[in-house]
């Protein structure tokens, strides 16, 4: 059953967003289907590049080189190398979204994000937008591995780096966007239909009155706590951390989630990450590697001076935030099951995310309410 679905123009979002390089980028109605072969997708790819950069427009197809970087669960990654007189001038990066992602992301919403997000220096610089995609600027980094993400001085840096971005300033609502995303996406992934049979029989396995009265309940407990409202990235998994170590260089990419949010989430939901796609419950981090990452995070000049108390705070909080980010990654992998037509088995994701979830909610769960019951005490 399909979902609805928001209409929105390419040119005009470009157009809002893109001043700093009006003059030198044009936006493009054309689209690249990311489910062709690189060698039917290059001249696509070549004509894109023409049709957007002035100074490239007539340049031999021979300048240019295209080469795929990734092809991750929900987008596809170019490397496009442009050649004149014998050396490199420039190197991009095309972005092409995944089939049927609007169904999931809102694009308006993360193209606002990556205006602001990368005026502040964070990720690759945004040059322009396309039909199915974007163009940003080239980052020379290699993607973390979530093994890479539990090592100490990583931690630390990537703590001291999402406090900068927990600082970024977007126009608009500061209305946080959890709870709305995750009734959105409950409302989408309860009334799916599948053609295999198989999957419909197990996705009819799911009890979605269960999962309602979760949500309602574990949203009453986190609203408890006053998280303070922060710019979240949302998705800060391995894949959308990149880092160069000859320059000692650490960037967020991907801000497609990107919003407004509790700042329990955004790093609770980076704690689940520890666990990669298969979810693997044993690599969560303990106490002591998450009161590591908070006293970077917190105070990352004087990170040994961080109050107890401060870390207690943040302590609950990220836990049971991460409940949160369980639920909403669950039900993003039905939606992603019925609309991806990538090879990902999202239907048992979805199992894994939820499994996890009811894992660790009593634990969490009594965590939190004896905190809160100390504090009423105190």
């Given at each position: 059953?399909?979902?609805?679905?928001?209409?929105?123009?390419?040119?005009?979002?470009?157009?809002?967003?893109?001043?700093?390089?009006?003059?030198?980028?044009?936006?493009?109605?054309?689209?690249?289907?990311?489910?062709?072969?690189?060698?039917?997708?290059?001249?696509?790819?070549?004509?894109?590049?023409?049709?957007?950069?002035?100074?490239?427009?007539?340049?031999?197809?021979?300048?240019?080189?295209?080469?795929?970087?990734?092809?991750?669960?929900?987008n596809l990654?170019?490397?496009?190398?442009?050649?004149?007189?014998?050396?490199?001038?420039?190197?991009?990066?095309?972005?092409?979204?995944?089939?049927?992602?609007?169904?999931?992301?809102?694009?308006q919403r993360e193209l606002q994000?990556?205006?602001?997000?990368?005026?502040?220096?964070f990720g690759a610089k945004w040059l322009g937008i396309f039909g199915n995609g974007t163009v940003q600027s080239f980052i020379n980094a290699e993607t973390l591995s979530p093994s890479d993400m539990r090592e100490p001085k990583?931690?630390?840096?990537i703590a001291k780096q999402l406090q900068r971005f927990h600082h970024v300033e977007i126009p608009g609502s500061k209305e946080p966007q959890l709870w709305n995303d995750i009734w959105k996406f409950f409302h989408k992934a309860s009334v799916l239909e599948f053609d295999d049979s198989k999957m419909q029989d197990t996705y009819e396995t799911i009890s979605f009155k269960e999962v309602h009265d979760e949500i309602v309940e574990l949203k009453g407990l986190c609203d408890r706590l006053k998280?303070?409202?922060?710019?979240?990235?949302?998705?800060?998994?391995?894949?959308?951390?990149?880092?160069?170590?000859?320059?000692?260089?650490l960037y967020f990419i991907d801000y497609e989630y990107a919003s407004y949010n509790y700042r329990g989430y955004d790093?609770?939901?980076?704690?689940?990450?520890?666990?990669?796609?298969?979810?693997?419950?044993?690599?969560y981090p303990n106490m002591n590697e998450q009161y590591h990452f908070f006293r970077h995070y917190l105070q990352p000049d004087k990170p040994h001076q961080v109050s107890e108390?401060?870390?207690?705070?943040?302590?609950?909080?990220?836990?049971?935030?991460?409940?949160?980010?369980?639920?909403?990654?669950?039900?993003?992998?039905?939606?992603?099951?019925?609309?991806?037509?990538?090879?990902?088995?999202y239907l048992g994701y979805?199992?894994?995310?939820?499994?996890?979830?009811?894992?660790?909610?009593?634990?969490?769960?009594?965590?939190?309410?004896?905190y809160l019951t100390g504090s009423k005490n105190e």
């Open positions: 059953m399909g979902a609805e679905v928001k209409i929105w123009n390419p040119i005009e979002v470009a157009e809002q967003a893109r001043e700093d390089y009006a003059s030198q980028i044009l936006p493009s109605h054309l689209t690249i289907d990311p489910s062709l072969s690189l060698p039917q997708m290059t001249p696509l790819v070549l004509k894109l590049c023409k049709d957007m950069f002035k100074a490239w427009s007539n340049l031999d197809d021979s300048c240019f080189a295209v080469e795929k970087i990734s092809g991750g669960i929900t990654l170019l490397k496009v190398s442009v050649k004149q007189d014998s050396c490199i001038e420039e190197i991009i990066t095309i972005r092409l979204y995944g089939p049927n992602t609007e169904h999931i992301i809102d694009r994000a990556t205006k602001y997000v990368t005026a502040a220096g990583l931690a630390a840096k998280s303070p409202i922060i710019f979240a990235h949302n998705d800060l998994l391995s894949g959308n951390i990149m880092i160069n170590y000859e320059e000692d260089k790093i609770g939901n980076h704690f689940a990450e520890y666990a990669g796609f298969e979810c693997d419950s044993d690599l108390k401060d870390l207690e705070i943040l302590y609950v909080e990220a836990n049971t935030f991460s409940l949160a980010s369980h639920v909403f990654w669950a039900l993003w992998g039905l939606i992603q099951a019925k609309m991806s037509p990538i090879d990902f088995d979805f199992f894994l995310r939820y499994n996890e979830y009811k894992r660790q909610k009593d634990k969490h769960f009594l965590l939190v309410r004896s």
